[in-house]
């Protein structure tokens, strides 16, 4: 039971240049998100999506594009990437997002550095 | 969202229990309480989570108070590996999505 997968686990980037940090999830959720954690904070929630073909920003979503073609895949892309981007990205997934009572699993996180 | 209020840190003995308190005073009757932890900058890991009775499962305790305005997480027997950073998050719909809003958390350090 694979849970939610992210790959690649470290990455590093120069500024301006663009890429995809790719999240799978094995579980039929519907609901899977992307959150952003910088060096002592908490998570940031960057985009999320209620299900395939439904996408909606969340607290800090510049800089940052994504799609949900399936149920499994919700890749999130770095369009020119920037210094300040330079964090730990977590995706994370739950069955309806509509239902507070519905525990969120998280992916093992990829590092991110800008340079 | 209701906000949390966390002690930045806190130490236990091994093989005591650990007790981990959190305020959220401002919680409001269809919000819940949730408790992740997260090691080494690893991915969050969900504890538990309750709305109004207290709940057990196979890692810990949550105690929630009749007004609901305080809860505490209950690690029974803590080990070493229980170091971590504990988060205590109130989460309800909100803003027509359900997102989990993290603090600073409280620092757990468990010593022999």
């Known amino acids: 039971n694979a849970g939610v997968t992210q790959t690649p686990k470290f990455q590093v980037l120069k500024t301006g240049q663009s890429m995809t940090l790719q999240c799978a999830q094995d579980?039929?959720?519907?609901?899977m998100s992307w959150y952003r954690q910088d060096p002592g904070m908490g998570l940031r929630l960057i985009h999320y999506?209620?299900?395939?073909?439904?996408?909606d920003q969340g607290e800090v979503p510049n800089g940052y594009n994504v799609s949900r073609s399936t149920t499994e895949d919700f890749p999130l892309r770095l369009l020119s990437a920037a210094p300040s981007q330079t964090s730990v990205y977590f995706c994370?997934?739950?069955?309806?997002?509509?239902?507070?009572?519905?525990?969120?699993?998280f992916g093992e996180g990829s590092w991110l550095t800008v340079v | 969202d209701a906000k949390t209020t966390q002690p930045p840190s806190m130490d236990c003995a091994e093989g005591r229990a650990a007790n981990l308190p959190c305020n959220h005073s401002?919680?409001?009757?269809?919000?819940?309480v949730y408790w992740y932890r997260q090691i080494h900058s690893q991915g969050p890991q969900y504890i538990i989570h309750?709305?109004?009775n207290n709940e057990t499962n196979e890692m810990a305790s949550l105690i929630i108070t009749e007004d609901r305005k305080s809860s505490t997480l209950i690690l029974p027997h803590a080990t070493l590996r229980d170091t971590a950073v504990y988060y205590c998050?109130?989460?309800?719909?909100?803003?027509?999505?359900?997102?989990?809003?993290f603090g600073a958390g409280t620092r757990l350090a468990v010593h022999p």
């Open positions: 579980m039929n959720h519907e609901y």
């Open positions: 998050i109130v989460r309800g719909f909100s803003g027509g999505y359900n997102k989990l809003i």
């Open positions: 309750g709305l109004k």
């Open positions: 999506s209620v299900g395939a073909g439904i996408t």
């Open positions: 994370a997934s739950s069955y309806d997002g509509d239902r507070a009572g519905n525990t969120i699993y």
């Open positions: 401002t919680i409001s009757g269809n919000e819940y």
